[in-house]
């Protein structure tokens, strides 16, 4: 298996700092990590961030609480707002506008997992190393509660300002989507929402024969001996 090193693997999501280096004229542009089916972390302070005109004044609303959160891009057009999210549920929409308004749909609340490793997590319910009974655990991978968000390999070796996804976003789990997704991630989520009721949003990031520098910065990679 040949090892891909680079000094960044632009296929992990880093939530808290991925920024756009484009921007539509006018309307904010958002990472691949906010769209419709999403999930927010659960009691705590969710940050949503972008790519504005500069200056433009930015506010966000949350249907779990009804308020209006604001905030203003910066001069390279980047900005940042806090959400304060509630106990689980959903779902709910939130709204993003600089003057144009765009709407995140069916978005839920519950606990969000980065899903990453080597092939054992990489692989899939279907496709390569199939899993036992795979064709019965696909037909019944109805869960809504659960959310899938899947990466793509990319290398770089410059950070990059958003990550590569399939299927244009978050999807809900079920079987058109869950059977090139991590096995091990989704019985994972599978057994906590049975057990729980929480929702479950999935970000998979995994890449087969990666190496642990892969995955770790230039600034920290530089500390070592």
Not at 14 to 27: I, N, R
Not at 57 to 64: C, E, L
Not at 83 to 106: K, M, Q
């Amino acid at each position: 298996m040949n090892i891909k090193r680079t000094t960044f693997l632009s296929g992990g999501l880093l939530l808290g700092s991925l920024f756009f280096s484009t921007l539509a004229e006018a309307k904010v542009v958002l990472p691949s990590v906010f769209s419709d089916n999403m999930v927010f972390q659960q009691k705590t302070n969710a940050p949503i961030w972008g790519k504005a005109n500069a200056g433009k004044a930015i506010t966000i609303k949350a249907s779990w609480n009804g308020k209006t959160y604001t905030g203003k891009a910066d001069a390279n057009g980047n900005f940042k707002v806090m959400l304060a999210t509630p106990s689980y549920g959903g779902p709910y929409s939130v709204t993003i506008s600089d003057g144009e308004t765009t709407t995140l749909n069916n978005v839920l609340i519950g606990d969000v997992w980065i899903c990453s490793g080597q092939s054992n997590m990489e692989q899939p319910l279907a496709g390569w190393g199939k899993i036992i009974n795979y064709e019965k655990e696909i037909q019944d991978a109805n869960y809504p509660k659960i959310r899938l968000l899947q990466g793509v390999h990319v290398t770089s070796n410059t950070p990059l300002d958003d990550a590569k996804v399939t299927n244009g976003g978050w999807t809900e789990c079920n079987p058109k989507y869950i059977a090139e997704f991590s096995a091990v991630a989704y019985f994972f989520a599978r057994e906590v929402t049975k057990k729980t009721g929480i929702p479950i949003g999935l970000i998979h990031t995994s890449w087969g024969g990666t190496i642990a520098e892969a995955w770790t910065s230039a600034e920290t990679l530089k500390t070592l001996p």
